[in-house]
């Protein structure tokens, strides 16, 4: 057994992790802040939060599973860090129902099927019914923690079959469904209806263990890239972020390949960069803010958004009466 060692904190990855999640807020809120589409590309922001948290994942718990530490733990472990706040989250949707119920009559919704949403999203319960825009509908960004478990239970599960021949065989097998099920969507941006849930799983699969490859892998590359330890790279990376959720192809093919590219290419190679370069001390402490808030921002931030939409619908105030 090998003792534990110090953990280090990528805090480069914390702020990359942070502006990705600011992006999907502004993307979500983009209606009452400009006309179209705010940071037009920023769902994929999902698949990015999958690659780093498949990075992160491996490199706070390889060592610890292989020391010991059980399945139950694990889980128990990452439930108690995702949980609460998803729960706020879900409490805000219900919430936001049962008000609209008051103030909006012509929305009214009977309080069994507020029930039925607050019971399946308190228990991760997916509603894939045609009915339901999303499969959790009092907190629609959860779509993507409810794939993120899934893909914990998974990495915790199969842990000890994941070699790198196995993570790359994994990868590219879940990168060949990708093209396929994006091919046929005409876009990236799928697995939060129940039409298109079963195409969320290739799409956190090649992700996420993509991240724990390259975690496992840094031994590897990163001696290779000392270049990035002198310079600005890590805001270079940043500034990408952002570049890639503003820019907007046309076209299906178009968007097709541009997503495929920024998750295969852009997204690995800003989380090296961020995983091998210094983080300049004046910024250490900003970095690891905008990691804290990420999950708090990307969690809440939906519920938050319908409650305000609801407002403006209830005193018919543009733009917000016009918002789904």
């Known amino acids: 057994m090998q003792p534990a060692a110090p953990r280090h904190v990528y805090l480069n990855l914390d702020a990359i992790r942070g502006v990705a999640a600011i992006s999907v807020m502004l993307y979500h809120f983009s209606p009452f802040l400009a006309d179209g589409k705010v940071l037009p590309s920023s769902y994929l922001a999902v698949d990015l939060f999958f690659l ?24 128990a472990i990452r439930l108690i860090r995702l949980y ?26 009977p ?8 019971t399946t999203g308190m228990l991760f319960i997916p509603l894939v019914g045609d ?22 239970i998974a990495y915790a599960a199969v842990f000890l079959l994941l070699s790198k021949r196995v993570l790359t065989v994994l990868v590219a097998v879940s990168l060949v469904l990708l093209i396929v099920a994006s091919a046929l969507a005409g876009t990236l941006d799928f697995g939060m209806t129940g039409k298109t849930i079963i195409s969320g799983l290739p ?42 959720f503003a820019i907007a192809p046309a076209g299906a093919a178009g968007r097709v390949a541009y997503d495929l590219a ?16 210094p983080t300049a001390p004046r910024l250490a402490s900003f ?20 409650i305000i939409a609801g407002a403006g619908k209830a005193a018919s105030v543009d733009p917000f009466a016009h918002h789904p």
């Not at 060592?63 to 694990?74: D, L, P, Q, S």
């Not at 706040?85 to 609209?100: D, E, I, P």
């Not at 996420?208 to 892998?217: A, M, P, Y």
């Not at 970095?287 to 319908?306: A, E």
């Open 262 to 277: 920024s998750i295969a290419v852009v997204f690995p190679l800003m989380v090296v960069t961020g995983a091998v370069a």
């Open 84 to 109: 609460p706040l998803y729960l706020a989250g879900t409490l805000l949707g219900c919430f936001y129902l049962l008000v609209k119920n008051r103030l909006i009559a012509t929305e009214y919704m």
């Open 287 to 306: 970095y690891g803010w905008l990691g804290r808030v990420s999950y708090p921002l990307y969690i809440i931030h939906t519920p938050m958004l319908m």
């Open 131 to 152: 009915a339901y825009h999303t499969i959790f509908p009092l907190n629609p960004a959860s779509w993507s923690l409810f794939f993120e478990l899934i893909v914990n």
């Open 203 to 244: 799409r956190v699969s090649f992700s996420f263990f993509l991240g724990v490859l390259l975690c496992r892998s840094m031994a590897h590359y990163q001696d290779g890239l000392g270049f990035l330890r002198r310079g600005w790279w890590v805001e270079a990376a940043i500034l990408l972020t952002l570049i890639v």
């Open 52 to 75: 780093l948290s498949g990075f992160v994942i491996a490199h706070a718990y390889d060592r610890k599973i292989e020391n010991g530490m059980g399945f139950g733990t694990f889980l």
């Open 111 to 118: 309080l069994s099927e507020i029930g039925t949403q607050l």
